[in-house]
């Protein structure tokens, strides 16, 4: 079931484009045999008034030689005049359906650049289900490949740990679980970061081929209003999407280094005790696991954040503007110098 629905992902989009494409080209084959028409009707008036014209100065020089006797236009200047005015007709008529075939194909030529951009949207969507869907079978793969016994005796120390923590202060357990988990954090941020640079690429070749389409347009002739209208839109959507795309690689790039750089320091603490990170006002037990489990686990750690820092967990934990407000670097640096000397 799964393979026909990723068949039916790949087929859906190009069905699409080859429908537009047809579409296209049919307006464009009809518009082409309008012209000519209106062309051939152009050449049979320009004919008809060349003989009106003369038809007119043969009856003039008759009325000059007759003395001006008769003044009556002769039956074949009548017909000239009657079969201009039929081609005049005929002209007007074919002007009008050649407008309306415009207009047909004007339209025809935005559904086609609008499904155009759904289509590109769409194959950005695939390949991001594409890349988490690697990302989980690489996930599922490794979780089977994982043997029984390792998994009972990865427990056994954690229990042992448990029954630690109960009696004594904990050490900071920096090739323990959360070493682990902050490892397993990283490698989530590293497989979104994939995710969205693939996606990146496909929004910038979007964009490029947005402005190269404007510039095709303004450059043609005749001109074609509604279709540049369309482009002009659809390049400001791509590029709203792209900035989008870049802020949030941005973000992730952050935080990825941020517990890189966590996870380097955590080597340096095996001996350093755990402190009790709920003393500081505004992070209770859930906060505190949660840092616990991006490798913070000290007052000192909080109190020596930077700004990228400060910004990364308070993205991850979603405490927005939290620890700015309630101080919790003050409060972090004044409980670790109470308890362990100044801070340089």
Not at 85 to 94: C, F, G, N, T, V
Not at 261 to 275: I, S
Request: hydrophobic share 40%; aromatic share 4%.
């Amino acid at each position: 079931m799964s393979s026909l629905l990723w068949l039916l992902l790949y087929l859906a989009p190009l069905l699409g484009v080859t429908a537009a494409l047809f579409a296209w080209f049919g307006w464009q084959w009809r518009g082409s045999d309008m012209q000519k028409r209106i062309d051939e009707l152009d050449v049979q008036i320009e004919a008809a008034q060349t003989a009106l014209r003369q038809a007119e100065a043969q009856h003039a020089a008759a009325l000059g030689n007759a003395g001006g006797l008769s003044e009556a236009p002769a039956p074949h200047d009548l017909a000239a005049a009657a079969e201009l005015q039929a081609l005049r007709d005929d002209l007007k008529s074919a002007r009008s359906e050649a407008r309306l075939r415009q207009d047909e194909a004007a339209k025809a030529r935005e559904a086609a650049l609008a499904l155009e951009t759904e289509t590109a949207r769409l194959l950005t969507d695939l390949e991001q289900l594409r890349a988490a869907h690697t990302t989980a079978q690489a996930e599922l793969d490794s979780l089977r490949s994982t043997p029984p016994a390792a998994e009972e005796s990865a427990a056994a120390p954690a229990k042992t740990k448990r029954k630690r923590s109960t009696t004594t202060k904990a050490k900071a357990p920096a090739s323990g679980a959360p070493s682990a988990t902050l490892r397993e954090k990283i490698a989530e941020l590293e497989s979104q970061l994939h995710v969205h640079q693939a996606g990146l690429a496909t929004l910038t070749q979007e964009s490029d081929d947005w402005q190269r389409r404007i510039h095709k347009l303004e450059e043609q002739t005749p001109s074609d209003p509604a279709g540049l209208g369309l482009a002009r839109r659809s390049l400001a959507d791509s590029e709203k999407r792209l900035a989008t795309a870049t802020s949030e690689i941005e973000r992730l790039q952050n935080q990825s280094r941020v517990l890189l750089r966590v996870e380097e320091t955590t080597a340096a603490r095996d001996d350093v005790p755990n402190d009790d990170l709920t003393q500081i006002k505004g992070i209770k037990k859930i906060i505190s696991d949660q840092l616990r489990s991006h490798g913070i686990c000290t007052w000192r750690q909080i109190a020596q954040w930077n700004e990228e820092e400060l910004r990364a967990f308070s993205e991850l934990l979603a405490f927005k503007n939290r620890a700015t407000r309630e101080q919790w670097q003050q409060q972090a640096r004044a409980l670790h110098e109470a308890a362990h000397g100044p801070l340089p």
